[in-house]
């Protein structure tokens, strides 16, 4: 009669046990060492759409063949060799199981995103025989924490760039003109500073409108990014005046781009509205030396080269140490880096 009344009380702490599993609200999976399905709750069910006695005593990867490669798979292999509880969040993972968002109108993802607890279940003999998967469903959380990564990242983006061009802005540009330098000194990688500056750009406000000023601003940026490459680092330095750090260029090939830019620029013709806007650049070129002591140096010298270009004709290149040294090095006091404006 206590056996009966025993194996009766053991049998309602199964049940019972069994009920709470079948009801939580995360997905359990069992499997044993064969990937055989041995428990499969509800939720699981819900989401796959996969009742628990067509898929209980087969293998997994029998209805979700794509995970037979997979970062589950490994996980659960490093579960059965283990003897302790490894967590794994949605971060350290892609897709594992395909489960549509059930919230899909307030979260940013299609699909669900999931945490992982893998629990290897001990035999009484101490042995590994089975793991217990736990899936938590995570999107609400996922979705928030990648929103505010996206809206982190697009202030980070909108703080360092020019809003009128999309070039970096002067503040940004000069952090790279500084990291660059140091870098510089480490690697004497060759790299070369690029300043240009519109010709008489007063006189397109004055003769055409602020409006179309910023419309030939816009298009000189444009040309610019086609012309250089993108691991080269342009700025809009000033109203109208550009820096650019042409990265591993030497002399020979930095005047190459910049003529190139010249030319491309004085072939170009802005149409706003019914005007026709024709207009050149004058440019300086600096690359960089051991001879020059400091970022600043290197602007000023670059700088100086460019009201050099202005000085004698626009629409030209003047390069540092080059052509017309000894006269960049003497140029009038007004047009002195940030002297003249
Ligand atoms: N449309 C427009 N004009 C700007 C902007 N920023 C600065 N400027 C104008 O750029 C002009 C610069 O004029 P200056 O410094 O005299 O130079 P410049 O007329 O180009 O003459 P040079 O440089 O000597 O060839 C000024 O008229 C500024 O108002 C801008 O964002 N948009």
Same mark, same amino acid.
């Given at each position: 009669m %206590?056996?009966?009344? +025993? =194996?009766l009380s053991e @049998?309602? +702490?199964?049940?019972? $046990?069994?009920?709470?599993?079948?009801?939580l609200?995360v997905?359990? @999976?069992?499997l044993?060492k064969?990937?055989?399905v041995?428990i499969?709750?509800?939720?699981m069910?819900?989401?796959?759409?996969?009742?628990g006695?067509?898929?209980?005593?087969?293998?997994?990867?029998e209805?979700?063949?794509e995970?037979?490669?997979s970062?589950?798979?490994?996980k659960i292999?490093?579960?059965?060799? *283990? &003897?302790?509880l490894v967590f $794994?969040?949605w971060e350290?993972?892609?897709?594992?199981?395909?489960? /549509?968002?059930?919230?899909?109108?307030?979260? %940013? $993802?299609?699909?669900m995103?999931?945490?992982f607890t893998?629990?290897?279940? *001990?035999?009484?003999?101490?042995?590994c025989?089975?793991?217990? #998967?736990i @899936?938590y &469903? #995570?999107?609400?959380e996922?979705?928030?924490?990648?929103?505010?990564? &996206?809206?982190?990242?697009?202030?980070?983006e909108?703080?360092?760039? +020019?809003?009128l061009t999309?070039?970096? =802005?002067?503040?940004?540009?000069?952090?790279?003109?500084?990291?660059?330098?140091n870098i510089?000194?480490?690697?004497?990688?060759?790299?070369?500073?690029?300043m240009f500056?519109? &010709?008489?750009?007063?006189?397109?406000? +004055?003769?055409?409108?602020?409006?179309?000023?910023?419309?030939v601003?816009?298009?000189?940026?444009a040309i610019?990014?086609k012309? @250089?490459?993108?691991?080269?680092?342009?700025?809009?330095?000033? !109203?109208e005046?550009? /820096?650019?750090?042409l990265?591993?260029?030497?002399?020979e090939?930095?005047?190459?781009?910049?003529?190139r830019?010249?030319?491309?620029?004085?072939?170009?013709?802005?149409?706003?509205?019914d005007?026709?806007?024709?207009?050149?650049?004058?440019?300086?070129l600096?690359?960089? $030396?051991?001879?020059?002591?400091?970022?600043?140096?290197?602007l000023?010298s %670059?700088?100086?080269?460019?009201?050099?270009?202005?000085?004698? !004709?626009? =629409?030209? %290149?003047t390069?540092?140490?080059?052509?017309?040294t000894?006269?960049?090095m003497?140029?009038?006091?007004?047009?002195?880096?940030?002297?003249?404006?």
């Amino acid at each position: 009669m %206590t056996d009966i009344l +025993d =194996n009766l009380s053991e @049998i309602h +702490d199964l049940h019972r $046990s069994l009920t709470i599993i079948q009801n939580l609200n995360v997905g359990v @999976i069992v499997l044993d060492k064969n990937f055989k399905v041995k428990i499969w709750n509800s939720f699981m069910e819900t989401k796959s759409g996969i009742e628990g006695y067509k898929i209980n005593d087969h293998s997994i990867f029998e209805f979700f063949p794509e995970l037979a490669n997979s970062w589950l798979k490994d996980k659960i292999v490093e579960a059965f060799s *283990m &003897d302790t509880l490894v967590f $794994s969040s949605w971060e350290q993972h892609k897709e594992v199981f395909k489960f /549509a968002n059930s919230r899909p109108f307030t979260g %940013t $993802s299609s699909e669900m995103m999931m945490n992982f607890t893998f629990i290897p279940v *001990m035999s009484l003999t101490g042995q590994c025989e089975e793991v217990t #998967v736990i @899936i938590y &469903d #995570v999107t609400d959380e996922a979705s928030s924490k990648l929103s505010l990564q &996206d809206a982190n990242k697009r202030l980070h983006e909108l703080s360092i760039t +020019d809003r009128l061009t999309t070039l970096y =802005n002067r503040g940004y540009w000069e952090e790279c003109l500084k990291q660059q330098y140091n870098i510089n000194k480490r690697t004497l990688m060759p790299i070369t500073l690029m300043m240009f500056d519109i &010709d008489h750009f007063k006189n397109v406000n +004055d003769t055409y409108g602020h409006p179309a000023g910023d419309a030939v601003l816009r298009e000189v940026s444009a040309i610019l990014k086609k012309q @250089i490459r993108s691991t080269d680092i342009a700025g809009r330095y000033g !109203g109208e005046e550009f /820096a650019i750090l042409l990265v591993d260029a030497n002399r020979e090939s930095a005047f190459m781009v910049a003529e190139r830019i010249r030319k491309a620029v004085e072939a170009h013709t802005v149409y706003y509205e019914d005007m026709v806007i024709k207009f050149t650049i004058s440019l300086g070129l600096c690359t960089l $030396s051991e001879t020059i002591p400091s970022a600043q140096e290197w602007l000023v010298s %670059t700088d100086n080269c460019l009201y050099f270009s202005k000085e004698h !004709g626009r =629409n030209r %290149t003047t390069q540092y140490g080059l052509n017309d040294t000894e006269a960049t090095m003497n140029i009038k006091p007004e047009y002195k880096h940030g002297t003249k404006k």
